[in-house]
Nanobody
């Protein structure tokens, strides 16, 4: 059974950087398109970034483009989200998600989810 476990979330000051990790159990990691979503209090969960199975293509939401970088290590079953120049509006619970169907921005495309990791950015 595939499980996703995020780590790396914590409280940081605006302008700082942070790297989130998502470790995926099982032997089929390279079969999954991976994405990061986030959910701030009182808002819907939103797409942040996504990456294809072998990392050949990435996509980013406009608010994080040029600040965040998604990457993956298929040998280590891990996907990363490097976040730079963090802003208070980046505060949210960040979720890792997996799909075999493709790289899409819609939440419904993903059927495997982690439990989330909290990122808090103070001004």
């Amino acid at each position: 059974q595939v499980q996703l476990v995020e780590s790396g979330g914590r409280k940081v000051q605006a302008g700082n950087s942070l790297r989130l990790s998502c470790r995926v159990s099982g032997r089929t990691f390279e079969m999954y398109y991976m994405a990061w979503f986030r959910q701030a209090p009182g808002t819907a969960r939103e797409f942040v970034a996504g990456i294809t199975r072998y990392g050949g293509r990435t996509e980013y939401a406009d608010p994080v483009k040029d600040r965040f970088t998604i990457s993956r290590d298929n040998a280590d079953n891990t996907v990363y989200l490097r976040m730079a120049s963090l802003k208070p509006e980046d505060t949210a619970v960040y979720y890792c998600a997996a799909s075999r169907r493709g790289l899409e921005r819609e939440e419904s495309n993903y059927d495997k989810w982690g439990q989330g990791t909290q990122v808090t950015v103070s001004s």
